[in-house]
């Protein structure tokens, strides 16, 4: 169907998204890799000139940018393997809770990973398990989001299962407890082992050294604001 | 087939405005129920517990919360005067923009009417930066979706309905006749037509709520200091 290239960086959890959904529907695509986001590339600049970030799709030329808004482009553009429900009501909360994840809850965990120990933290830690929670409801009865088949809330979801316990590891905390989470952390491990999803995750070391970073410089900010 | 769609609404939200013009433009029967947010209701609560905000549409009995979320269900149920563009890629510029309205636009102008002194300077700068891309996105058109009113032109209509509001709240203009003249016919277009018309909140009721909301954020402002 024309050329497909990915603007993306290997660790971004919004840029795996969009590789899962590439290959799920069997769609050939160029990864370009966006080496250093401190030092951005002219092409990511050209194509992404409101918020120069990862991911962006170019697809015959055309930029497509926001990892949710890419993978509804992905959807409508190449019709195998549907992601989205067949019903509208379906859809919708599909895309609410699409919304929620992107939104609340990743920004939940980074937020209670990257503050140091005290109650700051402590809040954080309740605030994003209160979202967890949330998901914890939505997976009842179902292997995965998308029922017997993985579908767009899995994907949008799938940050879960390896970025969150890296998060975790590096920010010093427990988030998806097994004994508050069952459900959620069987989801987890079953989506991780498809091996589809295995194949584009990046790397534990390379992530931790990627969030460790970021963790460090955040703190030291906090710090400096003293 | 008998339909029953219900809208839970608070009466000056920009969010269920949207929702509000959708509904009309389709001609799509509803009954609106209005919220007093400060006292949110049992039935409210019950269908969306996450948020526990307006608007949240409930149809046949079935709630869905997020008005932007909501725009594509009713486009996507209600097939008649579609609100959409057909072309996959306009669609997703179209989402990108609705985004970028509440995501960035929205705080960024927000803070134009909140913070004060340097502050405000540069929340000026930063709101002035973000319209320009509005202006960019009219050139040659009507409205944000082309001829007719659709759904950009929805998700922007807080632009139309409460930026005024603001400006006359602080004696300040942000949207500037030199700077922003496309923009400017839009948001007279945009008033202009019948049915966004009829759903127009009264201004002076506009005027008073938000005056208070906006005193209540800038002396929140001015204490952190």
Not at chain 1, 22 to 45: A, Q
Not at chain 1, 106 to 113: I, L
Request: one cysteine or more; charged letters at 25%; aromatic letters at 12%.
């Amino acid at each position: 169907m024309g050329e497909v290239k990915l603007i993306a960086t290997t660790q971004s959890l919004f840029c795996t998204r969009v590789e899962w959904a590439l290959k799920l529907k069997g769609v050939e695509y160029e990864f370009i890799e966006e080496e250093d986001l401190r030092n951005k590339s002219p092409l990511l600049l050209k194509y992404n000139p409101v918020h120069k970030k990862v991911p962006l799709l170019l697809h015959h030329g055309k930029p497509i940018a926001e990892s949710l808004v890419i993978l509804e482009y992905i959807e409508e553009t190449w019709k195998e393997n549907p992601l989205l429900p067949q019903d509208p009501y379906e859809r919708a909360l599909a895309r609410f809770w699409a919304q929620f994840l992107g939104d609340k809850c990743v920004f939940g965990a980074w937020e209670a990973a990257h503050k140091a120990e005290g109650e700051e933290k402590t809040k954080a830690i309740e605030s994003a398990q209160e979202s967890l929670a949330f998901l914890e409801k939505q997976i009842a009865g179902k292997k995965y989001f998308g029922g017997e088949e993985i579908g767009f809330l899995d994907i949008v979801a799938g940050w879960i299962p390896h970025w969150l316990s890296v998060m975790e590891e590096v920010g010093g905390m427990k988030l998806l407890e097994a004994e508050k989470f069952p459900l959620l952390h069987e989801w987890a491990h079953n989506f991780i082992q498809i091996p589809l999803i295995r194949e584009c995750i990046p790397p534990r070391e390379k992530l931790l050294d990627y969030f460790n970073a970021s963790i460090s410089y955040m703190r030291s900010l906090a710090t400096n604001k003293q | 087939m008998a339909e029953e769609v219900k809208l839970f609404r608070n009466w000056a939200g920009p969010f269920a405005l949207r929702v509000v013009w959708a509904l009309q433009l389709k001609g799509v029967p509803y009954d609106t129920i209005y919220e007093d947010l400060s006292e949110k209701s049992s039935l409210l609560l019950h269908y969306n517990p996450i948020h526990k905000k307006v608007p949240v549409l409930v149809h046949n009995g079935k709630p869905l919360a997020e008005s932007l979320v909501i725009l594509e269900y009713i486009e996507e149920t209600w097939k008649q005067t579609p609100l959409f563009p057909e072309d996959p890629y306009e669609r997703s510029t179209a989402r990108f923009w609705a985004r970028f309205g509440d995501d960035q636009l929205m705080p960024s102008v927000f803070n134009v009417f909140i913070k004060q002194g340097k502050e405000q300077e540069e929340a000026i700068a930063r709101a002035q930066g973000d319209l320009k891309y509005l202006e960019e996105e009219l050139r040659g058109k009507k409205f944000f979706s082309g001829e007719k009113i659709g759904f950009l032109d929805l998700a922007f209509g807080w632009v139309a309905n409460l930026v005024s509001v603001f400006e006359e709240i602080q004696g300040l203009t942000l949207i500037e006749h030199e700077k922003y003249p496309l923009l400017l016919a839009w948001i007279q277009n945009f008033i202009d037509a019948p049915i966004i018309k009829e759903s127009w909140p009264p201004r002076d009721k506009l005027i008073t709520k938000y005056r208070a909301r906006i005193e209540f954020y800038s002396s929140k402002e001015a204490a952190k200091k």
